[in-house]
């Protein structure tokens, strides 16, 4: 069966009897004058139909006895595809999504108001319409979720409207086989990149040079595009968490931090690795990496199904407190907040930071990052070992573990290219 038929099955299953659930991909967003930022589905609309095209529509029915399922897209246009890139006839619609049904977005409408109709028609007496209300999904430039639920409460005032948005995201956080799989594929081409970019480090380039040089590494080899904007980020710049500039030139004695990952069939990989630009750790350098190493290692050997994302996180905070202590390099006093300012932990998946509920207990088929991290201001020295773990029965396994993070493998990797 298709896989996203199957995610459908499973959505149909948590849907209430007589309801239907409707679903966008959302519009383009106008950047400046007819300038649009690219184009992504609504991820949740993704997960469920595979279908990267703006304006798509996807209606779900559970009707008493059978289930009914819809897809709308534009109608193929040849004129907009010679301006701006592919268009998807219905017949791939169909073969991508694996539904049977595909229409004109301008059927929506007639499709739409039949099901929903107070009197009992071919779907049964629908009692129930869920939308995504979460606040961004624009279904026009300026009509959001929210405000057709208005709409339609007010024009079916037999209807209830409930928001799908935390169901669809419950089916997102256990991820299939073939979800884990493409995960661990980005991993791979990402894996690769970081290799590439270890032979190509010296002292004196520009950050910028190691960050295009990943992503061509990707796009030439793999036809792989970016999970997320890369971070290269060498000495006290590592200490933005996010740093977007990538325009200082690498010192001598410079870490580097680099924070980045490829996407494979829409999954990310998400991994921060920090290496000495001269293949060498010096002293302090090497304390503080030891320190965040060993908290990696740590937390991947805690992870298990039961604990929650604040488990680990209260886990990574007093491990790194009373390492930095026995290092000098804080004091008892002192609140490690002050030198380790984020979570160590997110769902990964069709988004870098997948969606999630943070407080459910983890379980088997979890997939999430592991990223403890140090920065100190003092001597511009920052420190991130991000590996992405998927939650097993029993604990954890680290689906980056080939990457190399022990100091003595990547000292030993600088030798070799001399
Ligand atoms: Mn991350």
Redesign the pocket.
């Known amino acids: 069966m298709n896989e996203f038929e199957i995610r459908r099955n499973r959505l149909l299953d948590r849907m209430d009897e007589n309801s239907v659930c409707l679903l966008f991909s959302g519009v383009s967003k106008i950047k400046s004058e007819d300038s649009t930022y690219p184009f992504l589905s609504n991820r949740h609309f993704y997960y469920l139909t595979g279908i990267e095209q703006e304006n798509s529509m996807l209606i779900l029915i559970k009707g008493i006895c059978e289930n009914h399922v819809y897809l709308f897209v534009d109608e193929y246009n040849e004129i907009k595809e010679k301006w701006t890139g592919k268009r998807l006839t219905f017949d791939e619609a169909r073969y991508i999504s694996g539904v049977n049904n595909v229409n004109s977005t301008n059927a929506l409408d007639s499709i739409l108001s039949l099901a929903l109709a107070k009197e009992d028609n071919q779907y049964g007496a629908i009692s129930t319409l869920y939308l995504d209300l979460s606040p961004e999904i624009k279904i026009r430039e300026s009509t959001s979720t929210n405000e057709l639920a208005n709409a339609i409460r007010k024009k079916y005032s037999h209807l209830e409207v409930k928001n799908i948005y935390e169901d669809i995201t419950r089916l997102r956080m256990i991820k299939s086989k073939f979800e884990v799989d493409s995960i661990k594929e980005a991993i791979k081409i990402t894996q690769q990149g970081i290799n590439n970019l270890i032979i190509n480090m010296k002292v004196g380039q520009y950050e910028y040079f190691l960050a295009d040089n990943f992503e061509f590494y990707g796009r030439s080899h793999n036809r792989t595009n970016l999970a997320f904007d890369t971070i290269v980020a060498s000495g006290k710049n590592a200490l933005c968490l996010h740093y977007p500039t990538q325009n200082s030139q690498i010192k001598g004695d410079d870490l580097v931090l680099f ?1 980045l ?1 490829f996407a494979h069939k829409g999954y990310a990989a ?3 690795r920090t290496y000495p630009i001269s293949g060498t750790f010096n002293e302090v350098q090497r304390d503080i990496y030891e320190a965040v190493l060993n908290c990696n290692k740590a937390l991947i050997e805690y992870a298990k199904p039961g604990l929650t994302l604040l488990d680990l996180q209260n886990f990574a905070s007093d491990f790194l407190r009373s390492e930095c202590i026995r290092l000098g390099l804080m004091d008892e006093s002192e609140d490690i907040r002050k030198y380790y300012y984020h979570s160590c ?2 769902h ?1 998946g069709l988004d ?2 997948d969606c999630a509920i943070r407080s459910l207990p983890l379980e088997p088929g979890n997939v999430i ?1 592991i ?1 403890p991290g140090l920065y100190f201001a003092n001597n511009g020295i920052g420190v991130r070992v ?1 590996d992405d773990i998927l939650i097993t029965s029993t604990g954890a396994e680290n689906l980056s573990i080939g990457i190399q993070k022990e100091i003595n493998d990547i000292e030993r990797l600088f030798k070799m290219k001399g």
């Open positions: 924070d990952g998400d991994i921060s932990s997110h990964l870098t930071h990052t990223e991000e």
